[in-house]
């Protein structure tokens, strides 16, 4: 009987420990139970993925495998990530499909974006152009008389003249026998002016003032011919001067040479003010406009930029080069621009505030343009736009997108390719069967697993 009690003894401690630890576990789970609703199922936060892909971070599994996309070994998540199972968005254009890239990433390959916003866009229509001259301040010298040059003050192309500075002399001898022609009348009208008869004086009146309107039309000054009257000599050459100020730029004579009015004697140019005549394709015909102001660079002045304005279009293409020439006149004060020169043109295009978005937000695929819209954390969704010619570094949108949405303005080649690769890869898994997909997912040998991960890194 006392070894009863002896047993009893031992064995109380030990009933103690055990009612001690089920009121530990009853507070525990008072202290864990579940007081609010249940979360939507739609929204509903899985934290049971715990290998993923280091470039596709959307790929998530419970077990060691390789990347069913890129084929790199998957590496387990980091502490406290979580992904989210419901409703994604989707990518409307074939071959492309939606990308999620965790800040992390990110901020490795530099994601930028920006938001869609409306602002001036002054674009420019970039062309060629060719210096030429003003053909408004262009100027031939003729010669209303037949003669021959009996003297040429400027025998040099290319030399510089003032406007009434002498060019050559002409020995005519029609103007000869005029001059003495209207001497004979002056002499004529001098008699006959105490005429008592008025038809005889006025006959000698009108004989005097048709001889000196033929030297005037052969553009003899009225200084010359009141010096033939004082003096009463005829002079044997007509001098003729310069029209205008410029450059000699064709020279048709030499002295001793026969010449009639029909011949043009020089040529002179005012290059003072100078014309472009800058080649416009078709398509942008539209917006080039008289008044539009255009800037020109050469090769022979770098650095140097010219501003000028569109003083015409002219009203037909050229067949050859489907282009319409823009005319731009430029001031020429120090004689930089020359005739033949070759050179940049851009005509500035002022247009309205306009949805915009930046030009390497853009990628043009050649059959559709395409910018990725962040939509939520992470997520990218290709969307094909439509954007009017480019001006400066931006686009006008116009079409697919809204204001203050955001968009990849770099690096957007980068996200284009991860979502071609993403749309092969889901197309190439959609037709796989269970087994093939979940052999994908197996962990691969030793070998194959290492080998994959070098190439990954």
């Not at 390719?417 to 889901?426: C, N, P, T, V, Y």
Request: positive net charge; aromatic residues 6%; contains cysteine.
């Amino acid at each position: 009987m006392g070894a009863n009690r002896r047993g009893r003894g031992r064995a109380w401690p030990w009933v103690l420990v055990v009612v001690l630890m089920a009121a530990i576990a009853v507070g525990v789970w008072y202290v864990r139970r579940p007081t609010g609703p249940p979360s939507a199922p739609s929204s509903q936060v899985v934290q049971e993925m715990t290998y993923t892909c280091p470039m596709h971070p959307q790929i998530r599994q419970p077990r060691p495998g390789n990347c069913p996309i890129c084929g790199m070994k998957l590496v387990p998540a980091e502490p406290g990530t979580t992904t989210t199972v419901g409703e994604k968005p989707t990518s409307e254009i074939p071959g492309q499909g939606v990308i999620e890239v965790d800040p992390r990433r990110q901020q490795l390959i530099g994601v930028v974006t920006v938001p869609v916003t409306k602002r001036r866009l002054d674009r420019a229509v970039r062309t060629v152009g060719d210096v030429t001259i003003d053909e408004s301040r262009t100027y031939d010298v003729h010669t209303k008389v037949d003669g021959w040059v009996e003297r040429l003050y400027t025998n040099q192309t290319g030399k510089m003249v003032r406007k009434g500075q002498p060019m050559l002399t002409i020995y005519s001898p029609d103007l000869v026998s005029t001059q003495q022609e209207y001497l004979v009348a002056l002499r004529s009208q001098q008699r006959l002016a105490n005429s008592p008869f008025p038809e005889v004086k006025k006959s000698g009146d009108s004989l005097l003032a048709a001889t000196r309107e033929r030297l005037r039309l052969w553009d003899i000054p009225d200084s010359e011919i009141r010096r033939l009257e004082t003096t009463g000599e005829a002079k044997k050459t007509l001098t003729i001067y310069a029209p205008a100020s410029g450059y000699i730029m064709e020279k048709m004579v030499t002295e001793g040479r026969m010449v009639a009015p029909a011949m043009t004697l020089l040529r002179l140019a005012d290059l003072s003010r100078i014309w472009v005549e800058a080649s416009v394709y078709e398509y942008e015909m539209p917006t080039v406009q008289v008044g539009q102001r255009a800037k020109l660079t050469l090769q022979a002045h770098p650095g140097t930029a010219f501003w000028g304005r569109v003083n015409y279009v002219y009203p037909t293409v050229e067949s050859m080069t489907r282009a319409v020439k823009a005319r731009i006149e430029f001031a020429n004060p120090g004689l930089q621009l020359k005739p033949g020169m070759y050179g940049d043109v851009e005509i500035m295009v002022p247009t309205a505030d306009q949805l915009s978005v930046p030009a390497q937000a853009v990628m043009d695929t050649g059959t559709r343009t395409v910018v990725f819209v962040k939509q939520g954390e992470g997520v990218f969704v290709p969307r094909e736009v439509t954007v009017g010619p480019r001006a400066g570094g931006y686009y006008p949108v116009l079409r697919g997108l809204q204001e203050g949405e955001l968009v990849v303005s770099s690096p957007s080649f980068l996200l284009d390719s991860e979502s071609k690769l993403r749309a092969a890869a889901e197309g190439a898994m959609a037709g796989m069967t269970d087994e093939g997909k979940a052999k994908a997912a197996e962990p691969a040998a030793p070998g194959a697993g290492a080998h994959a991960g070098h190439g990954g890194r």
